[in-house]
């Protein structure tokens, strides 16, 4: 089993800073890319930024020069550094990777969060 466990959402002021986690845990033989997601009231879930094993990375145009992603792959481990935040940033942030299992048939799987409320008050 995999498990994916994302923290450090919360309420910022517009201009604010947040960090988020995102942790991969369980039967894991290797990640290829990871990635956040977020998903505000009443609209669809939208790409944030990915990152690939080698630290390629990809960013919607919205959060271009104020977020940055990064991953620790010793720990399995994704961050979102989000800064100068909008109002219109505020929505469930979800994590999400591609992941190998470590047990037989070492298939790969693509994996969801729980997701992390971030609100930015104006």
């Known amino acids: 089993q995999v498990q994916l466990v994302e923290s450090g959402g919360g309420l910022v002021q517009a201009g604010g800073s947040l960090r988020l986690s995102c942790a991969a845990s369980?039967?894991?033989?290797?990640?290829?890319?990871m990635g956040w997601y977020r998903q505000a009231p009443g609209k669809q879930r939208e790409l944030v930024a990915t990152?690939?094993?080698?630290?390629?990375?990809n960013y919607a145009n919205s959060v271009k020069g104020r977020f940055t992603i990064s991953r620790d792959n010793a720990k399995n481990t994704v961050y979102l550094q989000m800064s100068n935040l909008k109002p219109e940033d505020t929505a469930v942030y979800y994590c999400?990777?591609?992941?190998?299992?470590?047990?037989?048939?070492?298939?790969?799987?693509?994996?969801w969060g729980q997701g992390t409320q971030v609100t930015v008050s104006s």
């Open positions: 369980g039967s894991i033989l290797s990640i290829s890319f």
């Open positions: 990152i690939n094993t080698g630290g390629s990375t």
């Open positions: 999400n990777a591609e992941i190998r299992s470590s047990k037989y048939p070492f298939s790969s799987g693509n994996y």
